[in-house]
Nanobody, 125 residues
Framework: QVQLVESGGGLVQAGDSLRLSCAAS????????MGWFRQAPGKEREFVAA????????YYADSVKGRFTISRDNAKNTVYLQMNNLKPEDTAVYYC??????????????????WGQGTQVTVSS
């Protein structure tokens, strides 16, 4: 059984910061990669950030590069998304995802095996 539980979302003003957490349990403890995606109303789910366990390589969407940081605490089986200088266009439901085996590409939703339920982030102008 695999569980991913996101937390940390909320309503903030433009320029504020939030840190999302994704607590993983089950087989995800040894997940190959973890990712964050988001989906705004009326839009498709889009990639935000990803982190490979091996080597620690990170990947970011151009829209969040320099503002968001993905990290993981292996001891706590938790992945974080630190979001700084938030903008209204960052408003979306944010989802955590886990890939359990090697994936050559980790910036697409299809690379991931398990998903959390999502947490709402709303940024007011």
């Amino acid at each position: 059984q695999v569980q991913l539980v996101e937390s940390g979302g909320g309503l903030v003003q433009a320029g504020d910061s939030l840190r999302l957490s994704c607590a993983a349990s089950g087989r995800t403890v040894r997940s190959y990669a973890m990712g964050w995606f988001r989906q705004a109303p009326g839009k498709e789910r889009e990639f935000v950030a990803a982190l490979r366990r091996s080597g620690g390589s990170t990947y970011y969407a151009d829209s969040v590069k320099g503002r968001f940081t993905i990290s993981r605490d292996n001891a706590k089986n938790t992945v974080y998304l630190q979001m700084n200088n938030l903008k209204p266009e960052d408003t979306a439901v944010y989802y955590c995802a886990a890939a359990l085996v090697f994936r050559a590409v980790v910036v697409v939703a299809g690379a991931y095996d398990y998903w959390g339920q999502g947490t709402q982030v709303t940024v007011s102008s």
